[in-house]
């Protein structure tokens, strides 16, 4: 048992116990503690368990990636009409903004 977990076995069948009195407990086990890491063992808060995280779950996909094959050989068919991927794009642009 290191000093820490000495501290901690202390303080949980006597919590209401001085630093001082805590040292001198210790002292008579054979182990030596500092004040401070008794005060900041007994005053600590407890550590908050963190939240969710944010964002897509792991293994979600992007709702603009599930295009389904027929469209996608649509589009294809479309970008071949107007003349490459360029065109196709320029046509797109036009269509957004009389959307």
Do not use: H
């Not at 007994?42 to 939240?51: A, C, D, S």
């Not at 094959?69 to 320029?90: F, H, P, R, T």
Request: glycine share 10%; hydrophobic share 40%.
């Amino acid at each position: 048992v290191n000093r820490s977990q000495a501290i901690r076995d202390y303080l949980a069948t006597s919590g209401k116990a001085s630093a001082d009195e805590i040292k001198e407990a210790l002292a008579k086990k054979g182990i030596e503690a500092s004040d401070s890491l008794i005060k900041k063992l007994k005053y600590e808060k407890p550590k908050r368990k963190r939240g969710k995280k944010r964002g897509r779950p792991a293994g979600a996909t992007a709702k603009a990636a599930s295009v389904s094959v027929e469209s996608l050989v649509a589009a294809n068919k479309m970008v071949n009409q107007l003349g490459g991927i360029a065109a196709a794009e320029k046509a797109i642009g036009i269509l957004k903004r009389l959307g």
